[in-house]
Structures are given as C-alpha cells and as structure tokens.
C-alpha cells in the first residue's frame, strides 16, 4: 500500500507520522522544532523526512504549518509566530524540502489540514461539505466543499479566526480589530476573565486561568465562568451562523485544545448559531466535536502529502 509522510510543525514541537492509504500510522516522531534559525528549520524537516521514511517507499510528503500557502505561487504568506518559519516567507517550502529529501513535498496551512484529517477519519466523514473550526491559541478552520479543500485565490480561505465580529474589539495580530480569535482564542478567554474579577468574586481568583480551568468552574456553577463560556459560544454562534448563511454546510466540527470542554461548550455554540442563521440550513447542518483530537495535524499533513500526490498523478 503507498505510504505518506506527514510533517505537523506548531509553535513548541515538530510532529510526524508515516502513514499508509488506509489511515494506519506505521511510525512516528515528536520533538521540540527549531524556532530560531530557518536553516537548522529545514534541516530538521529533512531528518524528520529521512528518519520516518527508513526503508520504506514513500510516494509524498505533507507539510502542515502555521502560516498562509499561496497555491498560485507556491510561496509561504503571513507570518507565523515562529522566527525560523517566518524568515521563510516567500520561499517555495515544498520545492525546498523535495530537493533535499528527493520526496514530492506539498505544504499546507495546518488548519486546512487538520480539517482535512477530520474530513478523512474524523467528524467530517461522510459529509460532502463542511466547516471546521480550530480552537487554541490561535483560531484556524478549514471549508471543505464537494469533498475539496477550498483554498481560495491565494490560500486565505478557511482563516475563520479572522471573521470580524466587533470592529471595535481588542486588535488582532491580522492588523483588524474584534475577530473571531481575540474573542474565543486562548488569550481572549484569559483576558475576560481578567476583566471580570477585578470587581467579583469567583473561584478563578488566584487560579492560572486556561480554558480548562473556566470550564471545569463554570461545570460546578461559578458564575463568571459561565458568562466566559457563554460569550464564547456566542462569538462562535454568530460565526458560524455567517458561514452556514454563506455556504448551506452539511456539517459544522469545532476542534483543538479548547474544544475538550465537550458538550459544555458545543450545545451552547449550537443554541447560538441557531439564533444566527436560517432556520432549514440550520437543521441541515449537523454540529460535532472533532474526533481526532491532537493527531488531527500529523493525519492532516499526510492527508495533504496523499492529495498532493494524486493530483500530480493526474496532471
Ligand atoms: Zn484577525
């Protein structure tokens, strides 16, 4: 059975997998990645490449990152929150890292292909289109139409973190202001709370404050954590609604770090975006949490590395 590679870089580790069609993960690696210099960078892909290839045929590998991919020009945009991965903007990374290792290379933005993971083995499955949402520090999706990742023009489509939502909100590392992500990223549910506790009491009071923490409070009745909850629903409730206006999906996944909160959360951005939205595209659309959990970006980058591989198959 052909075997893929794929490469999940984050901001603090470098994740791999070697995978086979079918899904099944054959080898896999885990380690700090190189944040500093952009050659020790692309020196570490070509181990990681090297290393989970072994003595196997690999027909492609896949690259999931943490910045834009222009597909008409092959080229890196944005800038990522990791210097050695920023000092490569511009550059055509795939070609890079396929001269090195002699693997046909295909580079994607990791939420585009963590929710081409879900699409593949995840919550996703079966439906012909899909929006994702991934919720950590950074908020990053995925549009999945007719079974196809819709990239855009120039690969911005899918950053649905930078939906606005208040145009006079917190500014945003995008240059706009009040998106999707100063609210319901990791930042924004700190930066509430914060907010709230100057004046009222809550057992946040003195607690290293992460969603985890909100959620597991706001369970056992605090009440400034269920108005944190609740606004974070709402913020996802009214871009979600936005999406299910535009695009009539079948299904709707919320992931990442935040989304372990579970039910709390998804029955209260369910509820939200019912207020938002037509009400058939709404009952058209089934809600799940993503299934893959962290796995989501190493399955993705293989899943890109496979389609990469077809479609030069094709051409
Ligand atoms: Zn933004």
């Avoid at 969603?211 to 606004?231: L, N």
């Avoid at 999906?249 to 207020?275: M, N, Q, S």
């Avoid at 009400?279 to 990469?308: H, I, K, N």
């Amino acid at each position: 059975m052909a075997m893929f590679i794929g490469l999940d870089v984050g901001g603090t580790n470098l994740k791999g997998a070697r995978m086979d069609e079918s899904g099944e993960v054959l080898a896999r690696l885990h380690e700090p990645v190189v944040r500093e210099q952009p050659e020790d960078l692309l020196a570490q892909f070509e181990r990681a490449v090297m290393t989970l290839r072994g003595d196997a045929q690999v027909l492609a590998v896949g690259i999931g990152l943490p910045g834009i991919v222009d597909h008409a020009t092959a080229r890196l945009r944005g800038v990522p929150n990791l210097p050695a991965l920023a000092a490569l903007r511009d550059l055509d990374l795939a070609a890079e890292v396929e001269a090195r290792t002699g693997c046909a290379t295909f580079v994607e933005n990791d939420g585009n292909a963590a929710g081409l993971a879900e699409a593949w083995l995840g919550a996703g499955r079966g439906a012909e289109s899909m929006v994702f949402l991934t919720l950590g520090t950074g908020v990053g999706g995925a549009v999945i139409l007719r079974e196809r990742l819709w990239t855009g023009r120039s690969g911005y489509a899918g950053e649905l973190g930078h939906v606005q939502l208040d145009p006079a909100g917190e500014p945003c590392g995008c240059g706009s202001r009040g998106c999707l992500e100063t609210v319901v990223g990791i930042a924004g549910w700190s930066r509430r709370v914060a907010e709230k506790i100057k004046t009222r009491s809550s057992r946040l009071t003195g607690q290293k404050i992460e969603p985890a923490t909100i959620v597991a409070a706001a369970r056992e009745g605090d009440e400034v954590s269920i108005e944190v909850v609740d606004e974070t629903a709402r913020a996802l409730g009214q871009a979600l609604g936005g999406l299910i206006n535009t695009l009539n999906p079948e299904r709707a996944v919320i992931g990442g770090g935040v989304a372990a909160a579970g039910a709390f959360l998804l029955d209260r951005v369910v509820r939200d975006t019912k207020k938002c939205c037509w009400p058939q595209a709404f009952e058209d659309c089934s809600f799940r949490l993503a299934e893959l959990g962290a796995d989501s970006g190493v399955v993705g980058a293989a899943r890109v590395a496979m389609r990469g591989a077809r479609g030069r198959l094709r051409a």
